[in-house]
């Protein structure tokens, strides 16, 4: 699977953005999908995933009732929708797809076998 993960820029505090993760290769639908991001200096980190029918989600605590992520299987695409965005979520954004039996490691970096080249999202205060 490659993925191409979109949608990064500069944004303001409170604004909001929408990064997309395109796939070719493989359909999506085999695969749970992951979203991790990497701030400057920091680690890379778990941000969300959804399994893969869309149906269950997961969210770190920082972003929880401000991303939205949601996938279409049918255009192989994945997409996460960011609110009242902050300067702490200046990062590196990255999606990533894991085998759809791995849903109860889905925080773990180790489970996903593809990952897109990621984006920038930089939020100014």
């Known amino acids: 699977v490659q993925l191409q993960a979109s949608g990064g820029g500069l944004v303001q505090a409170g604004g909001s953005q929408k990064l997309s993760c395109a796939a070719s290769?493989?359909?999506?639908?085999?695969?749970?999908m992951g979203w991790f991001r990497q701030a400057p200096g920091k680690e890379r980190e778990f941000v969300t995933a959804?399994?893969?029918?869309?149906?269950?989600?997961d969210y770190t605590d920082s972003v929880k009732g401000r991303f939205t992520v949601s996938r279409d299987n049918a255009k192989n695409a994945v997409y996460l929708a960011m609110n009242s965005l902050k300067p702490e979520d200046t990062a590196v954004y990255y999606c990533?797809?894991?085998?759809?039996?791995?849903?109860?490691?889905?925080?773990?970096?180790?489970?996903?076998?593809?990952w897109g080249q990621g984006t920038l999202v930089t939020v100014s205060s």
């Open positions: 990533a797809a894991s085998r759809r039996d791995r849903w109860d490691s889905r925080r773990q970096e180790r489970v996903y076998a593809y």
């Open positions: 290769g493989r359909t999506l639908s085999n695969y749970v």
């Open positions: 959804i399994n893969w029918n869309g149906e269950t989600t």
